[in-house]
């Protein structure tokens, strides 16, 4: 868009290029050449050929040509403008070949105006006008369409010849433009502006308008289905004023025609075999700003599956075999999907079996009289087809084997159609390249040859991300890491990470070489510190830091695959742990030296847990997973399942346990595929052995983030504690121990009520301490369905959701409710109803809750978003069933931090 043409210039020295301006659907422009036979063009004013002047003035003419004369060229050589002419000198000529001369003239698109005349004894005058050179080109008036969207579609470019042909064929790319965007209302008039030296600037005034909306979608012959519901299944929308977040509400004709077969395969999928769309009219309102959309339909009727058979032409095939693969049963609807689902499942199964070239075709026979229809798939022998060469386009960075390894064939295999589908799925998911990749098929040097060509383009692969953000489970942090996932172009990846909050931080570096030895086999190692600061809930709902946790330590890692889709890893891990407790806080002075390194943990202070827990241990572990995998995107699935059973053995020196665990996930694309639903379950167990317990930081933890609608280790097992004061002075209950809680009861005399026998008080709710043990076996579920967005929203990486999560957290031996009241006691001031009273922290009470499998359910919805400032996750969850001691939150998120 440009400002440089005022409107006084525009008016004194622009000249309007176009009869009239070019909008909506009546896209109008003019032409410069004339054409065969001399059509005139009124839009432009162009001459017919009754208005080209004739060669010569005389009704018969001829002779030979003496010499040729040429005036008003200004650009282009007189010799270069005789060869034009296909005339010399000692060439006789009549009316028919001058004509002929003049219209070749006009076909080199150099001229605006040439005329021949013959002066006599063959000396021929050629008067040319020349068209002028594009200087430049300006955009003006364009608001919602950029300049780098519009100038692809202009052919024009400084320096070329300017014709009104060129002139005219980019404002009818302009306007189509504009269409696409919705803008029907839309309007282009080209006009120049002359220079001297036979040049000119050529302007695209731009009349934008409005978007043009869909206001209604009408749909005639419909009676199975409602016409919401039909509404429901098309791609475009009708306009409202909620939809600010959508694009679809616009007319598109390749979306209307998207929409057709849409209705059809949706009736298709419901038995309606017989189904069509008889007619789609979009009818554009006067003020070119509303879209009136009709579908006539035929439903037609409801078929049922009928006899259903398999058939084998080929020897080595037993159709036995694969019969039962088909899942369609006589009598169920007939639904179109499942015979391609069936057809699909056929050809795989034959391919994976070594039968590349088993193809299976339906033959159908639709019974009008019971309607029914009979299904029998063939499965015959497809024509030989070998791959001849494979070839990889677009891979700047990235060498061409780290492509090829992916294949699941190789030059010259049998072409196989699945395979060739499932070397997509896994070049795809290297996370190298756009997602616009594909694999096509060309052909070869024969009719028995195919060649398949890779058309990717690069996308970053390095990350280098400085951030700091706010979590609300990790308060403020800030992050800084290095990660490169095809180091060197060789698909090797590279990491470092650095992480620092109010509550943890750590150094994690690691490297993998996805093919060691260019053989299918991964090797990877890491190392790391990482520190943690444990916390407990206090009454007011505050955290206080409990325990820190210093873990240094590192694994190998090796993995290979077993199939196609089943893989195996082993890895080795040797880790260093030291837990400890601010001594100051939770240890008693009990030699009282005003040192507290010599001294015991106090289980009063820190209980009974936590003392158990400190001290250095060392792990050295040893485990395997094994994992199957079939999706379309490793990154981000849309179809598919996976699933991870894993096993660690730890007790090669230093602690002893066993622990196990299952992952599994199921993805499917719903409702044309706008919709992508995920259901998913994972558990886990751990167990000691040879006398070792489990330590509370070897244990699972539950809550947000995997758990929502819960806290951070809000979900399971967990220990209330509560401390006693003895009741000395002039008071009533003297003697007695109370309880410390926030909870304080007067009745009307003034006296303090009795609750199990105690005599509750008010201290500082500091004093009552929440702290999660974890569990030693959980489960957790899930279901989240992804909703989509318009194309703009989901470019930018947001993908909205709701969800609903399952779990629970258990298997923590202890003993019921105790109190610790032998423990060594302290003075300490009660204040009870505003009066101070003298006591002694006489013991503590723990309370021990959550320790069930019952589960916890909580709903929801969600949004994540690959921001400039890194991810960005927020989910609104409210847990609907829960148990005694878990801790609920109902908006959590994390700006700046993996999750």
């Given at each position: ?7 006084a ?12 301006s070019?909008?909506?659907l009546?896209?109008?422009a003019?032409?410069q050449?004339?054409p ?5 063009d ?6 017919s050929?009754?208005?080209v002047?004739?060669a010569v ?7 030979i040509v ?9 650009r282009?050589?007189p010799?270069?403008?005789v060869?034009y002419?296909?005339?010399?000198a000692g060439?006789q000529y009549?009316?028919?070949i001058?004509?002929?001369?003049l ?9 605006a105006?040439?005329?021949i005349?013959d002066?006599?004894?063959?000396d021929?005058?050629?008067r ?9 080109i300006?955009?003006e ?6 300049d ?16 009104r ?8 790319r302009?306007v ?5 965007q ?11 502006v002359?220079?001297d ?5 050529v302007?695209?005034?731009?009349e934008?308008g409005p ?9 005639v012959g419909n009676e ?15 306009a ?24 059809r ?10 189904f ?6 979009a009818e ?11 579908y006539?339909i035929d439903e037609?009727?409801r ?17 036995d ?10 009598g ?10 069936t ?6 199964t034959?391919?994976?079996i ?14 009008r009289?019971?309607?029914?229809m009979?299904?029998?798939?063939v ?8 791959v ?14 780290v492509?090829r390894r ?8 049998p072409?196989?159609?699945f395979?060739?589908?499932r ?7 290297l996370g ?6 594909s ?10 040859k ?19 953000g706010f979590?609300?489970?990790e ?7 290095i ?7 060789l ?6 990470t ?7 931080r ?7 070489e996805?093919y060691l ?14 520190d943690?600061?444990?916390f407990?809930?206090t009454?007011?709902?505050?955290r206080?830091?409990?325990?820190e ?7 190998i890692?090796?993995g ?7 893989s195996s ?13 601010d ?9 009282g030296n005003?040192?507290?390194d ?8 820190a209980?009974?847990f936590l003392?158990d827990?400190i ?12 994992a199957?995998d079939?999706t379309?995107n490793?990154?981000?699935p849309?179809r ?21 665990q299952?992952?599994?996930?199921k ?5 044309g595929s ?6 998913g379950?994972?558990?886990?167990f751990?167990t000691?052995?040879?006398g ?7 244990r ?8 929502r609608?819960f ?9 209330i ?9 002039d ?15 007067q ?14 008080a ?6 009552r ?19 989509p ?9 947001i993908?909205p ?6 779990g ?11 109190d610790?009241i ?9 204040i ?17 809750l ?13 949004t994540?978003w690959?921001?400039?400032?890194g ?7 409210k ?7 878990d801790?609920e939150?109902?908006?959590?998120f ?6």
């Amino acid at each position: 868009m440009s400002n440089g043409f005022s409107a006084a210039r525009r008016s004194a020295r622009t000249f309007l290029l176009l009869a009239g301006s070019v909008s909506g659907l009546a896209v109008a422009a003019g032409a410069q050449e004339l054409p065969e036979g001399a059509q005139s063009d009124p839009l432009f004013g162009a001459q017919s050929e009754a208005e080209v002047p004739a060669a010569v003035s005389q009704p018969e003419i001829s002779g030979i040509v003496r010499s040729i004369t040429i005036e008003g060229n200004e650009r282009l050589e007189p010799e270069t403008i005789v060869s034009y002419l296909g005339l010399s000198a000692g060439q006789q000529y009549d009316r028919l070949i001058l004509d002929q001369a003049l219209k070749s003239l006009y076909a080199t698109s150099l001229f605006a105006d040439a005329t021949i005349t013959d002066r006599g004894d063959g000396d021929l005058l050629v008067r040319v006008q020349e068209n002028p050179v594009v200087n430049r080109i300006v955009l003006e008036g364009n608001e919602r369409v950029k300049d780098d969207k519009i100038a692809p579609e202009i052919r024009l470019a400084p320096r070329q010849i300017f014709t009104r042909a060129k002139a005219r064929s980019d404002v009818e790319r302009i306007v189509e433009l504009y269409r696409r965007q919705g803008r029907f209302a839309a309007s282009v008039e080209p006009l120049i502006v002359p220079l001297d030296q036979n040049r000119v600037d050529v302007v695209f005034d731009i009349e934008e308008g409005p978007k043009s909306k869909v206001r209604r979608i009408n749909i005639v012959g419909n009676e199975e289905f409602s016409d919401g519901q039909l509404r429901g299944e098309i791609a475009t929308r009708e306009a409202k004023w909620y939809r600010i977040f959508t694009s679809n509400d616009t007319y598109d004709p390749d979306r209307s025609a998207y929409d057709q077969q849409v209705l059809r395969q949706f009736y298709l999928t419901e038995g309606f075999a017989d189904f069509r769309v008889v007619s789609s009219v979009a009818e554009l309102a006067p003020n070119k700003e509303d879209f009136l959309i009709t579908y006539v339909i035929d439903e037609g009727e409801r078929y049922n599956f009928g006899e259903i058979e398999l058939e084998s032409e080929i020897r080595d095939i037993n159709a036995d075999t694969f019969r039962s693969l088909i899942g369609i049963k006589e009598g169920d609807v007939y639904n179109a999907r499942r015979v391609e689902d069936t057809i699909e499942q056929l050809q795989e199964t034959a391919g994976l079996i070594g039968y590349a070239f088993a193809d299976v075709q339906p033959q159908f026979t639709r019974n009008r009289d019971d309607l029914t229809m009979d299904i029998i798939f063939v499965i015959r022998e497809a024509p030989r087809v070998y791959v001849e060469r494979i070839d990889i386009n677009g891979n700047v960075i990235t060498r061409d084997k780290v492509v090829r390894r992916e294949f699941r064939l190789v030059e010259g295999d049998p072409f196989n159609s699945f395979l060739v589908s499932r070397s997509e799925a896994r070049i795809r998911s290297l996370g190298f390249f756009q997602e616009d990749l594909s694999i096509e098929q060309r052909p070869g040097s024969g009719p028995d040859k195919v060649v398949l060509e890779v058309n990717a383009q690069e996308q970053a692969t390095g990350e280098l991300q400085l951030s700091a953000g706010f979590s609300s489970f990790e308060r403020f942090l800030v992050s800084g890491s290095i990660r490169q996932r095809n180091f060197r172009g060789l698909g090797q990846e590279l990491r470092a990470t650095v992480n620092w909050s109010s509550y943890s931080r750590s150094v994690d570096l690691g490297f993998t070489e996805p093919y060691l030895f260019n053989r299918n086999l991964a090797l990877g190692a890491d190392i790391y510190r990482r520190d943690i600061n444990s916390f407990s809930f206090t009454s007011s709902g505050d955290r206080r830091t409990t325990y820190e946790q210093v873990s240094t330590g590192g694994q190998i890692r090796t993995g290979f695959p077993i199939t196609e889709f089943w893989s195996s890893s082993v890895r080795y891990l040797l880790q260093f742990d030291e837990i400890s407790l601010d001594r100051s806080t939770y240890f008693s002075d009990t030699n009282g030296n005003g040192e507290f390194d010599d001294d015991e943990c106090n289980p009063l202070a820190a209980g009974r847990f936590l003392c158990d827990a400190i001290g250095d241990r060392t792990t050295s572990a040893v485990g395997f997973s094994l994992a199957y995998d079939n999706t379309d995107n490793r990154i981000r699935p849309s179809r598919g399942h996976r699933f991870v059973l894993s096993q660690t053995l730890a007790g090669l020196g230093g602690v002893k346990y066993i622990r196990s665990q299952v992952d599994a996930d199921k993805y499917w694309r719903l409702f044309g595929s706008n919709f992508i639903f995920n259901v998913g379950a994972e558990g886990g167990f751990i167990t000691g052995y040879g006398g070792d317990e489990i330590r509370i930081n070897d244990r699972f933890f539950l809550g947000e983030p995997r758990m929502r609608g819960f806290d951070i280790r809000g979900v399971g097992p967990r220990v209330i504690r509560r401390r006693y004061v003895r009741v000395s002075g002039d008071y009533e209950g003297e003697g007695e121990l109370i309880p410390v809680t926030d909870l304080i009861t007067q009745n009307s005399d003034g006296s303090i009520s009795l609750e199990d026998g105690f005599v509750v008080a008010d201290l500082d709710e500091d004093n009552r301490q929440d702290d999660s043990l974890g569990g030693e076996a959980y489960y957790l579920a899930k279901a989240e369905l992804q909703l989509p967005l318009s194309q703009g929203l989901s470019e930018l990486g947001i993908r909205p959701s709701i969800f609903v999560d399952v779990g629970a957290l258990w298997n923590v031996d202890f003993d019921e409710d105790s109190d610790l009241i032998d423990l060594p006691t302290i003075d300490s001031a009660v204040i009870i109803d505003g009066e101070t009273v003298t006591g002694q922290v006489a013991g503590v009470q723990e309370r021990f809750l959550g320790d069930t499998p019952k589960p916890r359910v909580s709903i929801g919805i969600g949004t994540s978003w690959n921001s400039p400032f890194g991810p960005f996750r927020f989910d609104l969850a409210k847990a609907i069933v829960s148990q005694d001691g878990d801790d609920e939150q109902l908006f959590q998120f994390n700006v700046g931090t993996s999750f």
